[in-house]
């Protein structure tokens, strides 16, 4: 019973210790690189964890950077991030991350390890001020842990080599926004013509459709429509011209007849009517203006209106004709009759100026 005894002490005397230990008030997690592999002169980051109660007061001043003296590493910042969690079993806990930033400084390359240093920290009592604890306490340090990190070669690159004595070269090609405004501009000036050439082909065609027109197509125009014509030849001078191609002997006959006399009475009548008509206008459309004249303005006319009207019907009946591939005149009967209205109207000029 007496050795029993004896074994329980020393089983106790010698699990007290590691029991101790394992109920530390701080804990230090030593974290890994940041990047894990690095190249000459290029700095990388560990975080060191250290949990805590709140009876570990930690001697920040002595975690600086200048405070810890590493070989062949050096130690060029420090970062400190507080939080302070709770946790079930063990109640409120201190979480502060110690992320420190280090560089190494030897030529050397392959593995380096950054050596343990100590944290710092005495054991405050409750009660006691922060002054008194730093005064009267001992000082306490827990070890980090080795970390590995390596180190490779790095190709540095040549200056690049200036060349142009302060010349400033122009590029030849144009710069990306100048060449856009030129391909809007090109392809609004295109554009532009398109419209215009489409507008007058459009244009040409119906002056041409109307020229061409049967004889029942009549179109209507207004006062504003009417053009100053500037024929070749004078009024009088037009009288005369046909008169003088009436007296000649007719060789033509049936259809060429036809046209001759549509082409001459034609001519009179812009001629004679500039301002009233225009040579734009097709035949049914000459017949169709004077015979819509009001009162007004078949008074400014004249008195040759009556003549004109029956030259614009005969020009109507030539044009039907020619459409038609027909000869309904009586060729003779028909210059005599052309001579005889014209005629009287020359004299009548004549007479009365």
């Known amino acids: 019973m007496r050795y029993k005894l004896l074994f329980c002490a020393f089983i106790l005397l010698v699990a007290t210790p590691a029991i101790a230990q394992e109920f530390s008030p701080i804990v230090i997690e030593t974290g890994k690189p940041t990047p894990s592999v690095v190249k000459s002169g290029e700095p990388f980051k560990i975080t060191y964890r250290a949990k805590f109660f709140d009876t570990v007061l930690i001697y920040e001043e002595q975690m600086q950077p200048d405070s810890l003296a590493l070989d062949k590493i050096e130690v060029t910042g420090l970062e400190i991030a507080k939080e302070r969690v709770s946790n079930d079993t063990l109640g409120f806990v201190n979480v502060w991350d110690f992320t420190y930033t280090f560089r190494i400084i030897q030529p050397e390359k392959g593995v380096y390890k950054i050596p343990s240093f100590n944290f710092i920290w005495v054991e405050k009592k409750a009660g006691?001020?922060?002054?008194?604890?730093?005064?009267?306490?001992?000082?306490?340090?827990?070890?980090?842990?080795?970390?590995?990190?390596?180190?490779?070669?790095?190709?540095?690159?040549?200056?690049?080599?200036?060349?142009?004595?302060?010349?400033?070269?122009?590029?030849?090609?144009?710069?990306?926004?100048?060449?856009?405004?030129?391909?809007?501009?090109?392809?609004?000036?295109?554009?532009?013509?398109?419209?215009?050439i489409v507008f007058r082909f459009a244009r040409q065609s119906r002056v041409g459709q109307s020229r061409e027109a049967g004889p029942e197509t009549v179109v209507e125009t207004t006062e504003d429509e009417i053009v100053n014509a500037e024929p070749i030849l004078s009024p009088q001078q037009a009288r005369k011209k046909f008169l003088r191609e009436l007296k000649k002997p007719q060789e033509e006959s049936g259809l060429d007849l036809v046209e001759k006399l549509r082409f001459l009475v034609r001519s009179l009548l812009l001629a004679e009517l500039q301002g009233t008509i225009r040579d734009s206008m097709s035949e049914n459309q000459i017949y169709a203006k004077l015979n819509g004249l009001d009162a007004?303005?078949?008074?400014?006319?004249?008195?040759?209106?009556?003549?004109?009207?029956?030259?614009?019907?005969?020009?109507?009946?030539?044009?039907?004709?020619?459409?038609?591939?027909?000869?309904?005149?009586?060729?003779?009967?028909?210059?005599?009759?052309?001579?005889?209205?014209?005629?009287?109207?020359?004299?009548?000029?004549?007479?009365?100026?």
């Open 296 to 353: 007004k303005q078949k008074k400014q006319v004249g008195s040759k209106y009556a003549v004109m009207i029956d030259l614009a019907r005969r020009l109507k009946s030539y044009q039907e004709d020619i459409d038609l591939r027909r000869c309904s005149l009586n060729p003779v009967q028909e210059v005599a009759e052309l001579r005889e209205a014209v005629f009287g109207r020359e004299r009548e000029v004549i007479v009365c100026p």
């Open 128 to 196: 006691v001020t922060v002054e008194e604890t730093r005064e009267k306490e001992k000082l306490k340090e827990m070890a980090t842990d080795e970390v590995g990190i390596g180190y490779v070669s790095s190709i540095v690159k040549p200056p690049p080599l200036d060349i142009r004595d302060e010349i400033v070269f122009i590029s030849p090609i144009a710069d990306g926004v100048v060449l856009r405004r030129w391909a809007y501009a090109i392809l609004g000036i295109a554009s532009l013509l398109v419209v215009i």
